[in-house]
């Protein structure tokens, strides 16, 4: 999987290179592409269509990598900052999935 992500989230930064329409969108505008996808996903996960669905997350997938590709140029933070911090945020937050241990609903909501 590590390769998989990694390769895309490359292709996305050749985009900025080499696409006119990605390379003149500001962060708040790629944001909002991100947004459309994500509204065009939820579409397609109220009607259950699955294969549209796993189509429309990949696009939400390809955006976002996008927006962290956009503030990355823009020096605001790194894709590899953002990975540190959502582990070491749900790390914290769900301790209980380094120990490799089940937990009840109120547990989870006690440490969250």
Known sequence: MKERIERVYNLQKKNFIYSPF????SLANH???LQLEIEEAK?????ED???F???MGDV???CLGVIGRAEIEGHFTMNEVL???HQKF???KPYLLEERHVTIEEESKIW
Do not use: C, G, Y
């Not at 990605?22 to 969108?25: G, Q, V, Y």
């Not at 579409?43 to 009607?47: G, M, S």
């Open 31 to 33: 944001f909002k592409e």
């Open 54 to 56: 796993k189509d429309e």
């Open 91 to 93: 790390t914290e937050r």
């Open 50 to 52: 699955w294969p549209a």
């Open 22 to 25: 990605i390379k003149e969108l």
């Open 61 to 63: 997938l390809w955006d």
């Open 84 to 86: 540190d911090h959502i």
């Open 43 to 47: 579409v397609e996960l109220n009607k």
